[in-house]
């Protein structure tokens, strides 16, 4: 979407606020033996509670209101009675919508006492999103983008999923366009002032292959190794972006 008024700025902006206090609220709750439902209901009662909706619920059918992934489960991992171990990690995405205007953000968080290899993946993973967006204003294309999350994950050993990608966003979770976390400089669309994106590179410790359960939701590492993801949603303006759900 871009944003051409101030209403439209103001739901957006609520939205991402309430999603990054959702993924702040949930950071503190990561704990050894909590389980990803109960995780699942503290988020969807303080979206509700700060009168937004969780939008990825029912979203093609998702069932909850957040995606939990352990491990090396990728993205679009179902809460359920799973409960979180000593050394694993988990990606927590979370959607809210005020007045139908969508946030969308995504963290990594260490459960317990993590390897120094993959608190290290989920440091570059963070930092990624953060070398992206250096190149990120008005007039950009996506491939400068996308190619400063490669340059900089690939960098440091490891690799990028090709399957999923950021996107567009606005009065849907997902708008076009398509904004990939791998790519070439000065390819791609363009990218205007006031629109709205979702940037969030998905980042494994070993091959960058991907594979789907049977649930039709959860992406996997195909080598079941680790998998990182970190993700907000940012309006781009004349000489960068503000980001919304930090
Ligand atoms: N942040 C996720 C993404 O952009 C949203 C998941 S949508 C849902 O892919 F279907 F899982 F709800
Ligand atoms: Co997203």
Redesign the pocket.
Known sequence: MIIKTEKEDQCMRFAGKVVGETLKLLQGKVRVGITTAELNKIAEAYIVSKGCKPC?KG??G?PAAI?TSINSQV??GIPSKVALKDGDIISI?I?ASYKGYNG?A?RTFPVGKVSDEVLKLIQVTEQSFFEGIKFLKAGAKIGDVANAIQVYAEQHGFSVVRE?TG?GIGTS??EDPAIPNYGKSGTGATLQENQAI?I?PMINLGQRYVFMWDDNWTIESQDHKPSAHY?NTVIVTKNGCDILTL
């Open positions: 990825f979203y093609d998702y995606c993205v679009h995405d959607g969308d995504a999923l996107h979770v997902h979702a969030e993700e």
